[in-house]
């Protein structure tokens, strides 16, 4: 028995499987799209995730001549999720490794998330999703816009310059939305990160949207 609950364990037991993870969690991709992501070889983003797979821990489908990798269901994310809490926890190297990348000023004040919820769906503020079109696709925070970091300095122009804009990514670690901010800023906008991503969005039984499907998803 304790065996096969070691078997989760050693399956994570990776910086980049657990990485490979959390980009999973984002929404289905290629070895390809993972292994430019994770900044590392085919060959290795293929090996991690058999072990990965092994461990039923991500699923598989075949389109064509591609295979897209998944999670395997809700309770992989809430798994990672936890993992990553208790490490917060229990390592202070984690906030010193988060300075070296944020400025805790640049967050957005603690607010309600229905009262952010509420801001966005009457305009009083922007949301921009700063993820790869296919995450924004695969799940998103309602009201929000799809604007990926690469595409930004294209759309400066349509951004009201009265509007506050708060942009987020894939979760407090992830630097897209601080890289956003740095654009933002340096064309004088008003705008802030948000902690949560999509996952401390479902976690707190909040509403995401898919857009393929064009609807509302609750967990």
């Known amino acids: 028995m304790y065996e096969n609950f070691a078997r989760i364990g050693k399956a994570v037991g990776s910086a980049k499987r657990l990485e490979t993870l959390d980009l999973l969690c984002q929404g289905e991709k ?13 060959k290795s983003a293929s090996a991690h ?51 070296c990348y944020f400025d805790d000023r640049e967050v957005m004040q603690p607010l309600d998330r229905q ?49 506050t804009i708060i942009a987020y990514c894939r979760g407090p670690y992830c630097v897209l939305s601080q890289q956003a901010l740095n654009v933002l800023h340096e064309h004088g906008f008003t705008a802030f ?6 996952l401390e969005w479902q976690a707190a039984g909040l509403p995401l949207v898919r857009s393929h499907e064009n609807r509302k998803i609750f967990r």
């Open 193 to 198: 990160r948000l902690h949560d991503g999509v």
């Open 30 to 42: 290629t070895v390809e799209q993972l292994a430019r992501l994770a900044q590392i070889e085919v």
């Open 115 to 163: 009262v952010l919820l509420g801001k966005a769906r009457r305009g009083d503020i922007i949301v921009l999703d700063v993820r790869p079109a296919d995450e924004y696709r695969a799940g998103h925070l309602p009201h929000a816009r799809s604007v990926p970091l690469s595409e930004l300095e294209r759309e400066l122009a349509s951004f009201p310059r009265d509007k």
């Open 49 to 99: 995730l058999r072990v990965l797979r092994s461990a039923k821990l991500v699923n598989t489908r075949r389109a064509g001549k591609y295979v897209y990798y998944s999670i395997a269901d809700d309770m992989v994310a809430q798994y990672w999720l936890m993992t990553r809490s208790m490490a917060e926890h229990r390592f202070a190297e984690i906030d010193r490794v988060v300075s």
